[in-house]
């Protein structure tokens, strides 16, 4: 569940991969490995994957129909008046156009002052057309829900500048079945949210522990493929 980076050693901070507008060290990878918790510039670098190199979900992101809210985008939601936040984070990246955003949340996201912070991971899909946002978290908590998904939403729908109140649902997930896997069902939920949309909202019967543990070892050969010299962006 910690969204923390291990400590850098010369091996670990060299720049594995860079793609788009992020960048993996040696440290950032190695959180892959089986046992290991997820870090925001994992999900910076698989939501640009998203953007760019994914067939279906770089179709929806191009068309506008879905938005990727990189990790470090909310907590300058949190450090920022409505307007500003509107301005600077929301604006540029179309997310008042789209119908689904895609948010991955950490239990230190209110606290702009700790990057790469926190000790669990979930995610925020928030329906713009139905005016509803779920909630989804292999490791339900009601301080997570209560004191950082809540708050955030409220924060969301006032820089968005929507006359609708998000509702905030709480559907059926799957449970993880360790203390380290919650960044990699949030991540597996982001790309089934992207590829699927909201309506109807989608199932996650097909996430299982088989399933969070072969998607460590496809991530890890995206990034492999990516680090070539000809990763062709977008």
Known sequence: MDASSPPQTATA????????????????????????????????????????????????????????????????????????????????????QAKVLVIPVNDAVSDARQPNAGTHWALLAVDTEQSRALYLDSMPSASMRDQVVTPLLTRLSAALGTHKRLTLLQPPFPRQANSFDCGMYALAAAEHVAVTGLNPEPSFDFLSPAFISELRQRWKAIITETATPDNGHS
Not at 15 to 25: I, P, Q, R
Not at 32 to 40: A, T, V
């Open 13 to 96: 901070s060299r720049v594995v991969v860079t793609y788009e507008d992020a960048s993996l060290f040696a440290s950032d990878v190695a959180l892959l490995e089986p046992g290991q918790w997820l870090n925001d510039a994992i999900f910076t670098f698989a939501f640009e994957y998203f953007r760019h190199g994914h067939a279906e979900t770089r179709a929806r992101s191009k068309s506008g129909d879905v938005v990727f809210v990189d990790p470090s985008s909310l907590q300058l939601l949190f450090a920022m008046d409505a307007a500003s936040a509107r301005v600077a984070l929301l604006e540029p990246i179309g997310a008042a």
